[in-house]
């Protein structure tokens, strides 16, 4: 089946209905596009589990500060298309600015104490910009289950307290990091790395692999291994924001006590801000 694409959010409407009337389950898979192989795994995971897939590429200004790569985030919409066409998405959502954000919109949806954490604390009122252009596309898609990437792990985490929080009536799903032969987390701002930088930047996830191994050494305390891996990838000439290890539940940090633990890392490498995580148990 041809894949239908629309860029008015009364063309999508008139479409879900429809499919609405005939008791098809509806999966959302939102992204910014210039799709690689994580955001086909998102579009496979959906297709599994939903009679339909919805997917969305929408450049969210309100995610990006200022100085940050707005204007030059990659778009690849032709290439995005046929990718999407191929994994076996339903109905492509393409909106303009100006579709999703009316001129004098004045609402925001905020989830503070998640928000000003790491990423944010890096990029205030990114994850508000986040939070609200996904409450505006589950408003206007209502899919009865969303997939997200655990690759942004705080990002996924907003998104399920805030689904939970306005009780939105939306399954959210999580789907693994896909990753590089050499183990680096795919991210569209890859692209910006240099042939050099792009041979360093599997350190971040062997940091993270060395400092799990090290957690359930249990030789160290957790503020000793983020020392060292910080140290570490210093040296390599990384520009290390965070490497924290935390509670998986609420990024809180963690204690020696804690079960459910998650590494996270964020670290400037050249121009890209890169970030990985792995959520682990002991
Ligand atoms: O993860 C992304 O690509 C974006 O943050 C999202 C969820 C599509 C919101 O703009």
């Known amino acids: 089946m041809a894949m239908q694409q629309v860029s008015t959010i009364s063309l999508l409407r008139n479409t879900l209905k429809q499919w609405r009337l005939t008791g098809d389950r509806i999966a959302f898979v939102p992204t910014m596009g210039n799709l690689h192989a994580g955001h086909i795994k998102l579009v496979t995971e959906a297709r599994k589990q939903a009679d339909k897939v919805v997917v969305s590429i929408f450049v969210n200004p309100t995610q990006f500060g200022l100085g940050e790569d707005f204007n030059s985030y990659p778009r690849t919409e032709k ?3 046929e990718k999407l066409q191929e994994a076996g998405a339903d109905l492509l959502f393409l909106p303009a600015v100006n579709e999703i954000y009316a001129k004098h919109s004045m609402t925001a949806v905020t989830v503070p104490a998640l928000s000003k954490l790491y990423c944010g604390a890096s990029r205030p009122g990114h994850f508000e910009g986040v939070a609200t252009v996904v409450t505006k596309l589950f408003n206007m898609v209502q899919p009865d289950i969303s997939v997200f990437g655990k690759k942004d792990f705080q990002q996924l985490l ?11 009536p939306v399954e959210i799903v999580g789907v693994e990091t896909e990753r590089e032969f050499d183990g680096l987390a795919m991210s569209s701002r890859n692209t910006y790395l240099t042939a050099k930088e792009r041979l360093l930047a599997p350190e971040l996830y062997r940091a993270i692999c060395r400092a799990r191994e090290a957690v ?5 305390s957790l503020k000793s291994i983020e020392r060292q891996a910080i140290k570490q990838l210093t040296g ?13 539940q609420d990024l809180q940090p963690a204690t020696e006590d804690d079960k459910h633990l998650l590494i996270m890392v964020a670290a400037k490498l050249g121009s890209p801000r890169l970030i990985d995580n792995m959520s682990f148990a002991r």
């Open 158 to 168: 907003v998104i399920r307290t805030l689904v939970h929080d306005l009780n939105i």
């Open 79 to 81: 290439a995005d298309q």
């Open 236 to 248: 390599l000439g990384f520009m290390v924001d965070y490497f924290s290890i935390c509670r998986s």
């Open 216 to 220: 359930y050494g249990g030789e160290q």
